[in-house]
């Protein structure tokens, strides 16, 4: 599985960005898709995930009411829309795949086994 992000830039605090991730080979329906992201000095952290078999839908705490993760199943690709971004927003974002099975150590120290080479976003205060 190969993934592709797009869709990174510079906004200001308050607004908006829509992250894409292209899959390309099979996503089984037994699969998980989301999000990690990297700040500068931190270690990469969970952000959201999405199940492809039934849409369930998992968020750290700190972008729930803000960030809405959903997938396109006939395009292979999950976005990741972000709304009333913040500074603490910036980072690295990597699109992530896996068994949906491993999404609840993603909160913690899991690690998916698929990664894009991650998008960056900047949000300025």
């Known amino acids: 599985v190969q993934l592709v992000e797009s869709g990174g830039g510079s906004v200001q605090a308050g607004g908006s960005l829509r992250l894409s991730c292209a899959a390309s080979?099979?996503?089984?329906?037994?699969?998980?898709m989301g999000w990690f992201r990297q700040a500068p000095g931190k270690e990469r952290e969970f952000v959201a995930a999405?199940?492809?078999?039934?849409?369930?839908?998992y968020y750290v705490d700190s972008v729930k009411g803000r960030f809405t993760i959903s997938r396109d199943n006939a395009k292979n690709t999950v976005y990741l829309q972000m709304n009333s971004l913040k500074p603490e927003d910036t980072a690295v974002y990597y699109c992530?795949?896996?068994?949906?099975?491993?999404?609840?150590?993603?909160?913690?120290?899991?690690?998916?086994?698929?990664w894009g080479k991650g998008t960056l976003v900047t949000v300025s205060s």
């Open positions: 080979g099979r996503i089984y329906s037994s699969y998980a």
């Open positions: 992530v795949a896996d068994q949906a099975y491993t999404v609840s150590s993603w909160f913690s120290s899991g690690r998916p086994t698929y």
């Open positions: 999405i199940r492809w078999s039934d849409g369930n839908i």
